[in-house]
């Protein structure tokens, strides 16, 4: 599941350029290539490779990819902070997974709280999860507000070679070495793409008709819009 869910940068990518129109560099596309590549050589020749929870996984990458670019949108575009996206996306979620929750687990919920002589060490847990699920989501916002969806998803691929490493040290599951070079061509890839964010800003960094031609190309409108927020003309309306 984490590594097919590393397939997020790529469909953020696609989705901003299909949907919001937003340009990226060649560079940026092609510093997915390898990024992709690992990730399909990790997941074919994944042992308990499964096609509904491939698709599965697929569509979380969908879902994944939507909020990042809504939450660059409030961030960026309509100037929100982090801790103030949290404040008005929390009671939206609450609302989404209350009728869920009740109906697929609300009988289990009550059985558990009249089985059970004493609930004290299970709520610590649940509000310890809660207060780590709040601190998760606010340096998710925090992380696309000093960047943008695309570096938070390419950063967050990172995890995957921790799973994976972790998965063998506690649960010993085996990794083949087609899995290995996988997820080092995934690392790469990631390596990459930093240091093409990196060559873009350092180059819009300088100002237009001072540098060099390659500059100045670099300082095109084109290139440029990839750095513009996703809403441009509503934030003077708020």
């Avoid at 909020?67 to 575009?77: D, M, P, V």
């Amino acid at each position: 599941m984490q590594t097919i869910k590393s397939f997020t940068p790529a469909t953020t990518v696609i989705l901003q350029w299909l949907v919001w129109s937003k340009h990226f560099e060649w560079r940026i596309w092609a510093s997915l290539v390898p990024i992709v590549g690992g990730i399909l050589l990790t997941s074919i020749t994944e042992l308990s490779f499964n096609m509904f929870g491939f698709c599965a996984a697929m569509v979380g990458c969908l879902a994944t990819s939507t909020k990042t670019i809504l939450a660059e949108s409030l961030l960026h575009g309509y100037k929100f902070d982090s801790i103030n996206t949290v404040y008005y996306m929390a009671p939206f979620a609450t609302m989404i997974l209350a009728l869920p929750a009740v109906l697929l687990e609300g009988g289990g919920v009550v059985t558990w709280f009249y089985t059970h002589d004493s609930i004290a060490s299970a709520l610590v847990i649940i509000i310890g999860s809660g207060v780590l699920a709040f601190c998760l989501n606010f340096s998710i916002f925090y992380v696309i507000h000093s960047t943008t969806a695309v570096t938070f998803n390419v950063a967050g691929n990172l995890k995957v070679a921790v799973a994976v490493l972790v998965s063998w040290l506690i649960f010993r599951n085996p990794i083949s070495p087609m899995n290995a070079i996988g997820c080092a061509i995934t690392l790469v890839g990631c390596t990459f793409y930093g240091y093409v964010r990196h060559l873009i800003s350092q180059q819009q960094a300088v100002a237009p008709g001072t540098g060099s031609p390659t500059t100045s190309q670099t300082n095109s409108p084109r290139s440029r819009m990839e750095m513009l927020p996703l809403v441009g003309d509503k934030q003077e309306k708020v």
